[in-house]
């Protein structure tokens, strides 16, 4: 039942495209809307016929099946269009029709299933026979046609519970690998004889044995069973000793050990053991005369119509085996019988067409890519036939090649350019000096030369060998090809592009940001030496002292600093410069005063309030004592930790009372370096900075805080958004 799955949808499987599609085709197909609703209602019906229950029921001191839900009852009768009255009777109840009145029987629970599913079973197999002819009218309207017919069948079945369904099946796969070994077979000897070579035949596999077992007249398990639904107290018990009666010596057939129902059979692809229970239920599978009464008088037209065609196909051939004794002797009218002769039909139609044969292998059984079940595999090569074909190809001449072929196919190991002619003679040639050659490893036909297994893999051994070199040649030089154009177009574009791009940036720079830097710098110059001076007025014995108790506004040496910075600082804790052996202590440049510098006429239209209200994530600004949680101005997410970074680094320099003249140094680049690696960091950092120096109580901090803006400055420029802001 569908209710039980628990999960209606399949990984790249799209229910609703599939079904926009069965519409779509019925439509090609002339399906009309009137049979297309009897369609889903007849699927419909059945799928609600699963989830009718029974009880058991005392009447009357005997046993009755009691429908649980009569509400499932009412759904299917519905959709079938017949009385839900007549159909409940029909499931729990057995009509006896004698020639005064028509006597009702209640069912027990087993056999109210047993009628439910009949019922089941063939509204499905009218609804597939009707499918099946109307859309062979359509496509396939004309007897004389000439047609394509393909056979889809599942293969070999083996279940934990196997039983007379998975015999069928077993069944028709024997006998059709029966006639797959014999047509295969033939095919290899017509080859052989049409070459006129040398060949002596081989036996190959022959189930007849199984076969004859399970269908064979007059004991074989298939005739034993029809011959059981003859009899009324017939029973599954009965049809298993009657089995091992009769085949209890066969090899092919094995008795259990212990006194169960079941027996063995031993198939082409394994054993496998049949548990016979509802055995002769499921072959004498017919619907009672008074069901199809009931579906004949359904409102329904394609219900009706479907179950009176049926209903006059049984009539005529009851008709038949009455007149006819012998075919009432011997054709029983159970499935078993029907399948036995569908199958012969079947094998009637293969005789008279040229079979292809196509083996469909399933890598595993979760339907994913790139996995490989090696188990599953070769159990469905056993199950197909697959190994016993091979068999049968290795015990001849597997390789065959026309002369033309097998020349030009193996002429590069010899190194030959000119064409030789076609036949047999040069061909023998070719195979000595290619390889050793041992008796009866090859022959010559009329136009083919065949070859084994172990030669034909031989010589394309060495053909492979010789087409991996001459390819990997070629990708080589073609690679190689390529590459130098495409490096060279490359080379050639870029070059200019850059060039572009230095020059127009290059211009912009200079013309727009100029004078800003100018007056930027000076004015922190003017600041720095301004501080510079008064300090130096503060006494020379207390600056060691107050120096390490006013610049330390909070301590800010516990805050965490890059390893390397660390490793640094405490290369360069003497005082001492790193490198200061190589390096030329050179005059500072003197900054030249300009008498013409101005601001800007509009800078007072700059003010850093209104950058902080529109660029800073809050509009506050002012000197901070703690790390930042977020970053002042709105940044991409994955700049946000650099900028917290940044801002820790720049309250342990302007705080830090332990650094030394070097350390400060070094300790300032580090931070600048960050700005240079980092451009989408650069107006972060200086509004940190500005931030920090901004109405700072702390001289000295504040200090430090004004050269490090001043270094930065003399380093990287502001956006253009920032520049006049930072002015200001």
């Avoid at 510079?532 to 800010?556: F, G, H, L, S």
Wanted: aromatic fraction near 10%; hydrophobic fraction near 40%; glycine fraction near 4%.
């Amino acid at each position: 039942m569908t209710s039980m799955g628990g999960n209606c949808t399949i990984e790249g499987k799209d229910d609703g495209e599939d079904f926009r599609r069965l519409l779509s085709a019925m439509d090609i197909l002339c399906f009309t809307p009137e049979e297309q609703n009897g369609i889903y209602r007849l699927l419909s019906s059945v799928l609600h016929l699963g989830n009718v229950y029974f009880q058991p029921h005392q009447v009357e001191g005997q046993e009755s099946a009691l429908v649980v839900s009569a509400q499932e009852i009412r759904v299917v009768a519905e959709l079938l269009q017949v009385s839900p009255e007549s159909l409940q009777k029909a499931v729990t109840y057995k009509m006896t029709d004698t020639v005064r009145e028509k006597i009702y029987t209640p069912l027990t629970v087993d056999s109210a299933l047993d009628a439910r599913d009949a019922v089941a079973k063939i509204l499905y197999s009218l609804l597939f026979s009707w499918l099946t002819e109307r859309i062979n009218g359509r496509v396939y309207p004309r007897n004389e046609a000439l047609s394509i017919s393909i056979l889809d069948i599942f293969g070999f079945e083996e279940l934990q519970v196997n039983s007379f369904e998975q015999l069928c099946i077993n069944f028709a796969n024997e006998t059709l690998q029966f006639y797959f070994n014999r047509v295969v077979f033939q095919e290899e000897q017509e080859e052989y004889m049409r070459e006129q070579i040398q060949w002596q035949q081989q036996p190959f596999s022959n189930n007849q044995a199984c076969l004859d077992l399970i269908a064979a007249k007059p004991y074989g398990i298939l005739r034993i069973l029809d011959d059981q639904c003859g009899f009324p107290q017939a029973t599954d018990h009965t049809f298993l000793q009657k089995c091992h009666y009769h085949h209890g010596n066969n090899p092919l057939y094995a008795k259990p050990k212990m006194p169960l129902p079941e027996f063995t059979l031993k198939h082409y692809a394994g054993k496998v053991t049949y548990q016979v229970h509802k055995f002769l239920d499921k072959n004498f599978d017919l619907v009672r005369q008074d069901v199809l009464d009931l579906f004949i008088q359904s409102r329904n037209r394609m219900v009706s119509s479907l179950f009176l065609k049926h209903s006059e196909s049984l009539s005529q051939q009851r008709s038949n085996l009455r007149r006819n004794s012998t075919a009432r002797r011997h054709q029983a009218n159970t499935v078993s019988a029907k399948f036995q002769s569908s199958l012969q039909e079947l094998l009637g139609k293969m005789e008279r067409c040229n079979p292809y044969f196509v083996r469909c292998i399933k890598p595993n059984h979760q339907k994913k890519p790139e996995m490989f079940d090696m188990d599953l595999v070769n159990t469905q090569l056993l199950y197909c036939g697959i190994m016993e074909t091979i068999r049968i190809r290795k015990q001849g001449y597997p390789a065959r090649l026309p002369f033309h072929s097998f020349l030009s196919r193996y002429k590069p190991l010899l190194c030959l350019k000119d064409p030789l002619p076609a036949d047999g003679e040069n061909c023998v040639i070719m195979l000595h000096k290619l390889c050793p050659v041992k008796q009866g490893s090859y022959q010559v036909g009329v136009s083919k030369i065949f070859l084994k297994e172990e030669l034909y893999q031989l010589l394309e051994g060495k053909r492979d060998r010789v087409l991996d070199i001459a390819a990997m040649t070629l990708q080589r030089y073609t690679r190689m090809c390529f590459a130098r154009q495409n490096f060279l177009k490359f080379r050639r574009g870029i070059t200019r592009f850059e060039a572009r791009c230095r020059g127009y940036l290059a211009r912009k720079k200079f013309a727009l940001r100029r004078k800003y830097l100018i007056r930027l710098r000076s004015a922190v110059l003017l600041i720095v030496n301004c501080q510079r001076y008064m300090r130096t007025v503060v006494e020379p014995a207390r600056k060691a002292e107050e120096d390490r108790i006013n610049r330390e506004v909070v301590n800010v040496t516990t805050l965490p600093i890059p390893a390397e910075l660390a490793g640094l600082l405490q290369a360069i804790s003497g005082g001492e410069e790193l490198h200061s052996d190589c390096l030329a202590v050179v005059q500072a440049p003197k900054v030249q005063v300009d008498p013409q510098l101005t601001l800007p006429l509009d800078i007072n239209n700059y003010l850093m309030t209104h950058y902080i209200r529109t660029m800073f994530r809050e509009p506050l600004f002012g000197m901070l004592t703690a790390p930042l949680d977020n970053s002042l101005i709105r940044l991409d997410e994955e700049l946000k930790q650099g900028s917290l970074n940044v801002f820790i680094l720049i309250l342990r320099f302007m705080g830090d009372p332990n650094l030394n003249g070097a350390q400060e140094n070094m300790f300032g680049n580090y931070i600048i370096q960050r700005g240079l690696a980092n451009p989408s960091l650069r107006d972060e950092i200086l509004a940190q900075i500005a931030n920090q120096v901004w109405r700072n109580p702390n001289m000295l901090n504040s200090e430090r805080g004004w050269l490090l803006l001043s270094s930065c400055l003399s380093t990287f420029l502001p956006s253009q958004r920032l520049a006049k802001y930072l002015l200001k």
